[in-house]
């Protein structure tokens, strides 16, 4: 028996040796084997062989080798399924199909391609040794470093270690959590390239939108260049283009650029925008603007004297603060001795302090523009409110010294942020590291180690398969559940954000500074060189402007001027503050002005002194008070004939004035010096106040002339120069009155 074995394998060994050797030179070469068998005198089986081909090792636990009619060469494998290649990738697999001629190879059921950048797990792959390219369409992975990426369709290039994914692709990392239908992920860089709608959502709840572009797991940095939006939390980031380095939370926007908040009821828009997301700012330049809705008119039944001064008191101090109002007004209505009936035919125009509604909406818009638009926002216990220390009884009388209110034109806040600059360079901040070790499901690393270098042909690996099978059925339920974000979902977004920012029906009734209340953080703005602002009622222009929504004090600095209907308001500083989203208080402060044309600007009425107090009631002026040195110059008009009759001239150290139905109601002079000049004695000389200035041409008169024209170089005279006016013009004045006598 013994021999007839030896000579039956001498006999195939013979005819293996010259199927070899008759075989042409790229033909399989079976290396190595531990027996085998000739089936239907066409098919080599081997047991544990070991075939060679084009550089790459074939192994296997068993496998079947023949040639078709036209001498084409096959291999089919079974069990434990192992091929190296040159490179050093390695393919696992339960079976192999593979043609030699093509080099193309069919592996099915636990298959694994493991490099030295990634691991790639699916149950059907297709893969061609000749371009060195594989594709799975069944659902599958591919594990690269600490990014995990799953999808129902992939092909895979060996070279270049770039991997297109299709249907239902998801890409974990540390970081971000991304969906998308189409992508295209480079294992040695760690870019990913996204060709449709794509969501990319941080673990600290930001997201970034796109519809294509670039975003790196490693680096954390995203460029994107169509229908792009950053949102985090209610803030929302839109442009043309977007860049954004997560390491820093930083992104910058180009063209078409909208910043919305719609907690804080923030939007700007503009060329260029750059968010910092460690501050919470907003940089916005290249025609930035703001929009803010206000109300026209009070939604409150409360009595106008019950309005506090300070928006941020408590229920019970505006009690007590009504109470003391009302007992004030009671002895002026006794004690005070009107002075318009010692003064004959003297009346007082309100268009020379009241803001005119010109439209009967309920709300209307703020615009707001500059050079450059800057917003943050900070803990509320950091803002520091001004205590302009107004009253609506008129306060302490001021005669000789001011009082210092705390501002300053070279710091626009009280954070102490100088002019933010413009730049595209990085923050050297880094993100806290709690924010970036955040755990993976499953690692790659942790895959790779669980998978031999080189598996032995006799190893089963029943526990890898194990693994593969929980870890495919894993990301099936995955690709089941999750959204895939639709086209122009970044402008849908927008809108939604957009319409309630415009909307106040989420407004609450109280003050709309404790709005923020529930919250530890408030919001500021401030706007750089050539300031406009723009309303329906209102129109404003100011070298910068701040604005504070704890307070919803605006503060208007660097020659300020503010027009309503016919008139003029200018001083070194106004301070404007907003109660219920309507106009509540304004300061004028040092060389306070008022002007109003009468009869097209042939005349002009006037008010002024060194600060100018007013208080609104339904966006009217409800009284106005002016101290020091104050001076009204007003001409009166003959109501039938339309003609000037006289001019009125009143000096004193306070000149206050209530209003009732849009009418003057009291008019009072601390420590009068009034004049009554008939028009034949009125001169050039009389007829302006020192420090008169008309601008009529620096007014904006539509949005869109605000936004494309800033207003020219005003000779508004220096605080000096204004002093010694003012001295020259009392002298005038009192010589006038000498003359007279």
Same mark, same amino acid.
């Given at each position: 028996m013994k021999p007839l074995f030896i000579v039956i394998f001498y006999l195939l060994s013979i005819a293996t040796l010259q199927a070899q050797q008759s075989a042409p030179a790229d033909a399989m070469r079976l290396v190595s084997s531990t027996r085998g068998v000739i089936i239907e005198q066409r098919v080599m089986r081997h047991y544990n062989p070991v075939y060679e081909h084009k550089s790459n090792t074939l192994m296997a636990d068993s496998g079947d080798f023949w040639r078709d009619d036209i001498g084409r060469e096959f291999f089919e494998a079974y069990g434990?399924?192992?091929?190296?290649?040159?490179?050093?990738?390695v393919i696992y697999g339960d079976r192999l199909h593979y043609e030699a001629a093509t080099q193309h190879a069919i592996i099915t059921r636990n298959v694994r391609v493991v490099d030295k950048q990634s691991v790639l797990t699916t149950n059907y792959l297709t893969y061609s040794f000749r371009d060195q390219r594989g594709t799975y369409t069944g659902g599958g992975r591919i594990v690269s470093g600490l990014d995990t990426i799953t999808s129902r369709n992939a092909y895979y290039f060996e070279r270049t270690k770039d991997s297109y994914f299709r249907e239902k692709v998801v890409v974990r990392s540390p970081d971000v959590i991304i969906y998308t239908d189409t992508m295209r992920y480079n294992s040695i860089t760690r870019n990913n390239f996204f060709y449709g709608p794509t969501n990319i959502e941080g673990r600290a709840g930001e997201n970034l939108y796109t519809e294509r572009g670039v975003y790196n797991t490693g680096t954390?940095?995203?460029?994107?260049?169509?229908n792009n939006l950053y949102t985090e939390g209610s803030k929302f980031l839109k442009g043309d283009s977007l860049y954004y380095d997560r390491s820093i939370g930083d992104g910058e926007a180009f063209r078409n650029v909208v910043f919305i908040d719609t907690l804080e009821k923030f939007y700007a828009n503009g060329g260029y925008g750059k968010y910092r997301g460690k501050e919470e700012s907003i940089t916005m330049a290249?025609?930035?603007?703001?929009?803010?809705?206000?109300?026209?008119?009070?939604?409150?039944?409360?009595?106008?004297?019950?309005?506090?001064?300070?928006?941020?008191?408590?229920?019970?101090?505006?009690?007590?603060?009504?109470?003391?109002?009302?007992?004030?007004?009671?002895?002026?209505?006794?004690?005070?001795s009107l002075a318009t009936d010692s003064v004959p035919n003297t009346t007082v125009d309100l268009d020379t302090v009241q803001v005119v509604e010109r439209t009967k909406n309920p709300v209307d818009t703020v615009y707001l523009t500059a050079d450059t638009i800057f917003s943050r926002t900070i803990p509320r216990s950091e803002y520091i409110a001004l205590d302009l220390q107004l009253s609506r009884d008129g306060g302490q009388l001021l005669l000789d010294e001011d009082v210092d209110y705390g501002d300053d034109e070279d710091d626009l806040g009280e954070d102490g942020e100088s002019t933010p600059e413009i730049s595209s360079g990085s923050d050297s901040t880094k993100v806290d590291s709690a924010m970036v070790k955040l755990p993976l499901a499953d690692s790659a690393t942790n895959i790779i180690q669980q998978l031999p270098k080189q598996r032995p042909p006799d190893l089963k690996g029943k526990g890898d398969s194990l693994i593969i099978a929980k870890t495919l059925k894993a990301d099936s339920v995955l690709r089941d559940q999750v959204e895939i974000p639709k086209l122009n979902e970044a402008g849908t977004r927008i809108?939604?954000?957009?319409?309630?920012?415009?909307?106040?029906?989420?407004?609450?009734?109280? #003050?709309?500074? @404790?709005?923020? &209340?529930?919250?530890?953080?408030?919001?500021? *703005?401030?706007? %750089?060189?050539?300031?406009?602002?723009?309303?329906?009622?209102?129109?404003?222009?100011?070298?910068?402007?701040?604005?504070?929504?704890?307070?919803?004090?605006?503060?208007?600095?660097?020659?300020?001027?503010?027009?309503?209907?016919?008139?003029?308001i200018s001083s070194?500083?106004?301070?404007?503050?907003?109660?219920?989203?309507?106009?509540?208080?304004?300061?004028?402060?040092?060389?306070?002005?008022?002007?109003?044309?009468?009869?097209?600007?042939?005349?002009?009425?006037?008010?002024?002194?060194?600060?100018?107090?007013?208080f609104f009631d339904k966006n009217y002026v409800e009284r106005l008070f002016v101290d020091g040195n104050a001076e009204n110059l007003v001409f009166n008009v003959d109501e039938p004939t339309g003609i000037i009759k006289?001019?009125?001239? #009143?000096?004193? @150290?306070?000149? &206050?004035?209530?209003?009732?139905?849009?009418? *003057?109601?009291? %008019?009072?002079?601390?420590?009068?010096?009034?004049?009554?000049?008939?028009?034949?004695?009125?001169?050039?000389?009389?007829?302006?106040?020192?420090?008169?200035?008309?601008?009529?041409?620096?007014?904006?008169?539509?949005?869109?002339?605000?936004?494309?024209?800033?207003?020219?170089?005003?000779?508004?005279p220096d605080k000096d120069e204004s002093e010694k006016e003012d001295a020259q013009g009392r002298e005038r004045n009192q010589e006038t009155a000498v003359s007279e006598e």
């Open positions: 434990n399924v192992v091929i190296t290649q040159p490179s050093g990738t954390g940095i995203a460029k994107f260049n169509l290249e025609k930035p603007l703001v929009k803010m809705v206000v109300d026209n008119d009070t939604t409150s039944n409360a009595p106008t004297d019950s309005l506090a001064t300070d928006s941020l008191e408590s229920e019970e101090k505006l009690s007590r603060r009504e109470r003391r109002q009302r007992k004030r007004e009671a002895e002026e209505q006794e004690e005070l809108d939604a954000a957009m319409e309630s920012v415009m909307r106040t029906d989420t407004l609450s009734s109280k #003050d709309s500074t @404790a709005n923020l &209340s529930d919250t530890v953080r408030t919001r500021i *703005v401030k706007a %750089y060189r050539n300031v406009r602002m723009f309303k329906s009622d209102l129109q404003a222009v100011a070298d910068s402007v701040y604005y504070g929504m704890q307070d919803s004090m605006f503060r208007f600095m660097g020659k300020p001027m503010i027009w309503s209907d016919g008139s003029q070194d500083t106004i301070y404007m503050q907003m109660v219920n989203r309507k106009l509540d208080n304004a300061l004028l402060k040092d060389n306070a002005f008022m002007v109003n044309a009468v009869l097209d600007s042939v005349k002009f009425n006037q008010l002024k002194g060194r600060k100018i107090t007013a006289d001019m009125f001239h #009143d000096r004193g @150290a306070r000149i &206050s004035i209530m209003f009732k139905d849009k009418k *003057v109601f009291r %008019y009072n002079t601390a420590k009068p010096n009034q004049q009554l000049y008939p028009l034949k004695l009125v001169t050039q000389e009389n007829e302006i106040l020192p420090g008169f200035i008309w601008r009529p041409q620096d007014r904006p008169i539509s949005m869109e002339d605000m936004m494309n024209r800033k207003r020219e170089s005003a000779p508004i």
